[in-house]
């Protein structure tokens, strides 16, 4: 099939290009931001063989993304116990977790860079039967290829950034080729659906991955140790935090627990767990006694920064309430709200959340969540959650109730999915 000028010009300057990744990826790697053990799967070299039989990729870029196909994972895996079921995403994080969080015999590699001789590579070994996107990965260079190849295609949770529908409205021509080249689009919300339909694509309805998942999980062992430590005191949790916002959650707990019998306990999990030291070394000069995990502290100050990755299912279990890091600050657009409502720990939030804007619009109709609008409102909240816990206790109710509705929808998803492979 012909391809628009666009994505022609696309194809042509990435091939110009392509002899450079090596040496970017090197200075990503030098930062951190690569595995140097596994550099050459984002070249398209395969970093694991190709099971035989029928194989199903599925991608989500970032940890979100790839942990909302966890579910459906599971779901194809124990439905269809004959195929392959590999799993792709872009960053060291997710790649953790995936590892953590993938049923057995899953694969994981990182995807490759969108240049046509990776992308050659990378299909040539896999050769997949079923292409699974999630939110909006649209690399052109890869879906073109996979589509060339009659590689199935499906988009679920399909999104548009405001940025984003803008680019691809000036050029609609690409938009429609590569939308057009999807089998089955199921978009997050309404809002997405309008925007994918505008640029040519065909939306067979609404479903959002972020919901279906299963509760995050913690090992009963540690859970217990845990609540052992904690004994009778109340513990506020402030979950995936961005640089700039535990200033902010630390000054208002230092106004809000100084003194108190109890001895409330604030737990920072931040998103990024290298950044535990230096928050707890804040904490510390606003005079908290503060322990970090990664040095071997318990919980007995009056701080604790949590610098592990995968254990929010663990806090959220113990938290009398949950403060979502990435929503008091520009740039991040909130974390995810339905992870502590499905564990009944009750939520308090910022009001930047852009990428979750009808997931927290809906817990608020709902009567269940706390949105802050300042450093006031943070306390008040905080101040509650010690000293009216029962208070809360409805709000996470209405929170679970609602995400369990939406969890049974978004588990259909997975017989749609099902249908279009081989």
């Excluded at 089998?183 to 309404?190: G, V």
């Excluded at 030291?277 to 990664?294: H, K, N, V, Y």
């Amino acid at each position: 099939m012909s391809r628009p000028a666009s994505l022609a010009l696309y194809g042509l300057a990435t091939r110009l290009v392509e002899p450079f990744a090596p040496a970017l990826l090197r200075r990503r790697m030098a930062r951190g931001k690569e595995d140097p053990a596994r550099i050459g799967e984002r070249l398209g070299r395969a970093g694991l063989p190709r099971p035989d039989g029928v194989l199903v990729w599925m991608h989500g870029a970032s940890v979100g993304e790839a942990l909302s196909l966890v579910a459906l994972v599971e779901a194809l895996a124990a439905a269809r116990p004959d195929i392959a079921i590999l799993v792709t995403s872009g960053t060291r994080t997710s790649a953790a977790l995936m590892a953590d969080r993938l049923p057995a015999g899953v694969l994981h590699q990182y995807l490759p860079v969108d240049g046509p001789s990776a992308v050659t590579r990378f299909l040539d070994h896999w050769r997949p039967s079923l292409g699974v996107f999630v939110e909006s990965e649209l690399w052109p260079n890869l879906l073109l290829a996979a589509q060339d190849r009659g590689v199935r295609l499906a988009l679920l949770s399909a999104k548009l950034s405001d940025g984003s529908f803008k680019n691809w409205r000036r050029a609609p021509a690409a938009a429609r080729r590569l939308l057009g080249g999807f089998s089955l689009i199921l978009a997050q919300d309404t809002r997405a659906a309008e925007r994918i339909a505008a640029l040519g694509g065909r939306v067979a309805g609404i479903a959002d991955l972020k919901f279906g998942a299963p509760p995050l999980p913690a090992a009963a062992v540690a859970l217990a140790a845990r609540k052992s430590d904690l004994g009778d005191r109340p513990m506020i949790l402030a979950a995936s935090t961005h640089p700039g916002e535990e200033t902010l959650i630390l000054a208002c707990w230092r106004s809000v627990a100084a003194q108190r019998a109890d001895r409330p306990l604030l737990v920072i999990v931040p998103r990024h767990p290298e950044r535990g030291p230096a928050i707890a070394d804040a904490a510390r000069l606003e005079g908290l006694a503060t322990g970090l995990q990664s040095t071997g502290s318990v919980l007995e100050g009056e701080v604790f920064v949590a610098d592990a990755l995968g254990q929010l299912g663990l806090w959220f279990r113990l938290s009398r309430l949950a403060v979502m890091g990435g929503s008091f600050v520009d740039g991040v657009g909130g974390h995810n709200p339905l992870e502590p409502a499905r564990l009944g720990a009750p939520v308090a939030s910022g009001r930047k959340v852009a990428n979750w804007a009808t997931a927290y619009g809906e817990l608020d109709a709902a009567g269940g969540v706390v949105l802050v609008d300042d450093d006031a409102d943070l306390e008040r909240a905080l101040r509650q959650a010690l000293d009216e816990p029962g208070s809360l206790i409805g709000m996470a109710d209405h929170a679970r109730a609602y995400v369990a509705g939406r969890d049974e929808a978004a588990r259909a998803v997975a017989g749609q999915v099902i249908r279009l492979i081989p």
